[in-house]
């Protein structure tokens, strides 16, 4: 299944992400990020599904909350997408 990952430098903001997604109307699930993504030892990440990405993003900058990396995860295998 088809979805990105936004990373978060913790876990607090991480979960201020998912708030703001939550108010904007946006299914979200934090989880620890996996480890070939990043060099950040308690780095989290939030998933969501394909469509959301655009909403996302735009709640996600009127709360001024700016993500560390965005990755799509499409057949078994994470890629890098710029916001």
Same mark, same amino acid.
């Given at each position: 299944?088809?979805?990105?990952?936004?990373? /978060?430098?913790? &876990?607090?903001? =991480?979960?201020?992400?998912?708030? @703001?997604?939550?108010? $904007?109307?946006?299914?979200?699930?934090?989880?620890?990020?996996?480890?070939?993504?990043?060099?950040?030892?308690? /780095?989290?990440? &939030?998933?969501? =599904?394909?469509?959301?990405?655009? @909403?996302?993003?735009? $709640?996600?900058?009127?709360?001024?909350?700016?993500?560390?990396?965005?990755?799509?995860?499409?057949?078994?295998?994470?890629?890098? &997408?710029?916001?």
């Amino acid at each position: 299944m088809e979805h990105y990952i936004i990373l /978060a430098r913790s &876990v607090t903001y =991480a979960q201020r992400m998912q708030k @703001a997604l939550t108010r $904007a109307g946006i299914r979200c699930q934090i989880y620890r990020a996996p480890r070939d993504l990043t060099d950040l030892g308690c /780095a989290y990440a &939030v998933r969501l =599904a394909v469509t959301d990405l655009p @909403a996302a993003l735009t $709640a996600l900058h009127q709360e001024s909350l700016d993500p560390v990396q965005i990755f799509l995860y499409q057949r078994g295998l994470y890629q890098e &997408v710029s916001p």
